[in-house]
């Protein structure tokens, strides 16, 4: 019954507040801690550090539940120089996730971890794929000339290093970042029952922030438990 209590009191605070667009950290950790119901760092259990931490990986969640057209600001392009007979390539320093790569003037397909020994081998040069292992992209086959390929991917966003900083994700997901934030407090302070109890409410403000940039969007319905993965292709 406390728990019922809990999540309806957390959903009507939203509905009777009025929330501005909490774009810095600042902003965004004073929000969480209305949400937790504290008022400051001196009358609370939880340390601007602890927010902080929480936010950033709040950040990192909805970074990668959201497809990529709703982090459009996060993308960008960078070229490949290619060698003859080399098919392993460093990624960027700032990569974050896979979305296209062009190699001469062909879209190339990327492979299934699991299935990449399989489908490499089925690769020609008017059929290219490749595959993201580690912190390299391994195109297959490999080039047979020196060329230039355009990796199309999503950056990092900017670390939220100071008060001042500013969250990578768009405006409207603000509020997703923060229920996310509070989702992970909880389960950090192991009120696994209360945090639970956000994952449905987070889910569903992302699907409606995120309907005009993907009409067919289908978000998995997990909580922030911890380290969110980096890197991995989708």
């Given amino acids: ?21 909490a774009a810095t950290l600042s902003q965004v950790r004073t929000r969480v801690r209305e949400y937790l119901y504290e008022t400051d760092e001196v009358n609370s259990i939880y340390s601007n550090t602890m927010l902080n931490e929480a936010i950033s990986q709040a950040q990192l969640y909805v970074i990668d539940v959201l497809p990529v057209s709703a982090n459009y600001n996060m993308l960008t392009t960078a070229p490949i120089p290619l060698s003859s007979g080399v098919d392993s390539y460093s990624l960027p320093a700032d990569f974050r996730r896979m979305v296209a790569l062009k190699v001469g ?14 489908k490499a081998l089925l690769a020609s040069s008017k059929d290219i794929a490749y595959c993201v292992i580690g912190s390299k992209i391994v195109i297959s086959p490999a080039p047979t000339a020196s060329g230039t390929a355009i990796l199309l991917y999503m950056k990092q966003p900017t670390a939220l290093s100071s ?8 405006p409207e997901f603000d509020t997703p970042v923060m229920l996310a934030a509070v989702q992970y ?9 209360r945090a639970g109890l956000l994952t449905n409410e987070i889910i569903k403000q992302l699907k409606a922030a995120s309907q005009k940039y993907d009409s067919t969007t289908v978000l998995e319905a997990k909580p922030i438990t911890g380290q969110v993965s980096t890197g991995e292709t989708k």
Avoid: G
């Fill in 163 to 170: 008060d001042s900083a500013t969250l990578t994700t768009l």
């Fill in 185 to 193: 407090i909880l389960f950090s302070d192991s009120q696994t029952a």
């Fill in 105 to 118: 003037d062909k879209q190339a397909t990327l492979l299934k971890p699991e299935e990449y020994f399989n």
């Fill in 1 to 21: 019954m406390k728990l019922r209590y809990f999540i309806l009191a957390l959903l009507l605070f939203f509905v009777s507040v009025e929330v501005s667009e």
